[in-house]
């Protein structure tokens, strides 16, 4: 096989892992999904080397690979740390994958990923400052400056999911419970009330009452009018406020870029604006709340981004 003459991006998801190949004019060659596997490390490894192996060998050239996973890899010990996929942490992924496929692999978190192809290429293409947010089977986000991301002293900048819901809710529209957030859901970091147990797609559908983690339902119920989900939906609006509204305090970025799938919902941008004005400290609020332009594929191309064109 000849050098590398492609960028070969992996996005591991907590459903699907997806592999692209961009050209050196970082063109899209070609891409391929499969659900990823649950609760087994091995089976996660192997089907990332079957995905970049395959494609390949289907386009008869080699890639420098880069990846977004769930997590991020500790400064400290190069194991992955900080994963949803909590079959993952503990592992030596890099290490295993540059084994198994004979070359470096560059590693980094899958909402960085995220928010640097939405920066640069996407909805956040020319503001100076971007907070891309991931609204999925979990929540996170990324923050890039300039056109880079910013990591932070200890690897951790972005994550968002996993600061604490600010302003506790006095009472809940959906069920009338007083004090209903505190002390919040049990998170798998070891925490209580995380912003990844309020805001994410399955937080969204327990909060509606639903058992099958099916946000998207949700939303549609709530915009024709079913009481149980038009109520969650609204505490769902006002939580997203509050925890954005955080970080415009913190950070005041020009733009926040929402992905994942709860990122589809129109009422998302037409009320969370004018909801945090209420919590922002400031007389008026310049962000923008913008949709991301490159779909569920911004972070896949994130991740080929993290080798040079």
Not at 110 to 131: H, R, S
Not at 182 to 204: D, F, M, N, V
Not at 226 to 246: F, G, H, Q, V
Request: glycine share 14%; hydrophobic share 45%; charged share 20%.
């Amino acid at each position: 096989m000849a050098p590398a003459s492609l960028r070969l991006g992996v996005d591991l998801g907590g459903t699907k892992i997806e592999i692209a190949a961009l050209g050196p004019d970082g063109a899209l060659l070609a891409r391929r999904r499969v659900p990823a596997p649950q609760g087994s490390y091995v089976a996660t490894v192997q089907a990332i080397v079957e995905l970049v192996e395959g494609l390949e060998a289907e386009l008869g050239a080699r890639g420098t690979l880069g990846m977004g996973i769930p997590g991020a890899l500790s400064p400290a010990t190069g194991l992955v740390r900080n994963a949803n996929s909590v079959w993952l942490i503990g592992q030596p992924l890099r290490e295993d994958l540059e084994r198994r496929l004979g070359r470096e692999l560059r590693i980094e978190n899958d909402a960085n990923c995220f928010a640097i192809a939405e920066a640069q290429d996407g909805a956040g293409a020319g503001f100076p400052t971007v907070f891309g947010v991931i609204l999925g089977t979990g929540c996170g986000a990324g923050l890039v400056v300039n056109g880079a991301v910013l990591r932070g002293a200890n690897a951790i900048a972005g994550e968002w999911g996993h600061n604490p819901l600010p302003l506790f809710a006095d009472t809940d529209t959906a069920t009338g419970r007083v004090n209903p957030e505190w002390p919040g859901e049990a998170c798998y970091c070891g925490h209580r009330g995380c912003l990844e147990t309020w805001l994410s797609g399955p937080a969204l559908a327990r909060t509606a009452g639903r058992t099958d983690r099916d946000s998207a339902a949700v939303v549609a119920a709530a915009a024709a009018g079913e009481p149980r989900a038009a109520a969650a939906m609204a505490d769902y609006i006002d939580r997203l406020a509050r925890a954005l509204a955080s970080v415009i305090n913190c950070f005041d970025p020009h733009a926040i870029v929402l992905g994942g799938g709860l990122s589809n919902a129109d009422v998302l941008y037409e009320q969370v604006p004018a909801r945090w004005a209420r919590y922002v400290f400031a007389d008026s609020v310049g962000t923008r709340l913008l949709r991301n332009r490159m779909g569920d594929s911004a972070g896949v191309f994130g991740a080929a981004r993290l080798w040079p064109g």
